[in-house]
C-alpha cells in the first residue's frame, strides 16, 4: 500500500515507517500517561477538596465569589467526584481479588 501526503504525492517507504512508528509511541505514551494519571488521582485526599469546597461556599455565602472562584469551586468538585469513584472501584477490585485469593487457598486444602 502506498502512502501519499496531505498534497497527494507519494511518500517516500522510509518516512512512511518513520511515521507509523512515531503513530505508535504516541499510541503507547497516552496509555501511560493515563495510567499515571489514575494513580495520581487514587492518591490525592479527598478530605483536602471538601475542605476548599467548603470554604469556597462560605465564601459564596458572603457573596465574595467571582467567576474564577465559581470555576474552581466546580472543578474542585469534579475531581473530589472522581477521587471518590476511582477509589470505590479500586475497593471493589482489591475486595474481588481477596476473595478469589481465599477461594483460591481453599481449594489447596481439597
Known sequence: MVKTTKGGK??????????????K????????????REVG???KDP??????IHKLEAM??????????????RQLEDTLNLVIKKRKV???FINIFSLWDIWCNSLIFF
Not at 509511541?25 to 499515571?36: A, D, G, I, M, S
Not at 478530605?47 to 476548599?52: A, N
Request: aromatic share 4%; net charge positive; hydrophobic share 25%.
Open 10 to 23: 507519494t511518500m517516500n517507504p522510509t518516512d512512511a515507517y518513520r511515521k507509523e512508528l512515531r503513530k
Open 90 to 92: 479500586m475497593r471493589n
Open 60 to 73: 459564596k455565602a458572603d457573596g465574595a465569589l467571582d467567576k474564577a472562584r465559581k470555576h474552581k469551586k
Open 25 to 36: 509511541e504516541l499510541k503507547r505514551n497516552k496509555k501511560e500517561r493515563k495510567k499515571v
Open 47 to 52: 478530605e483536602t477538596f471538601k475542605e476548599q
Open 41 to 43: 488521582i487514587l492518591k
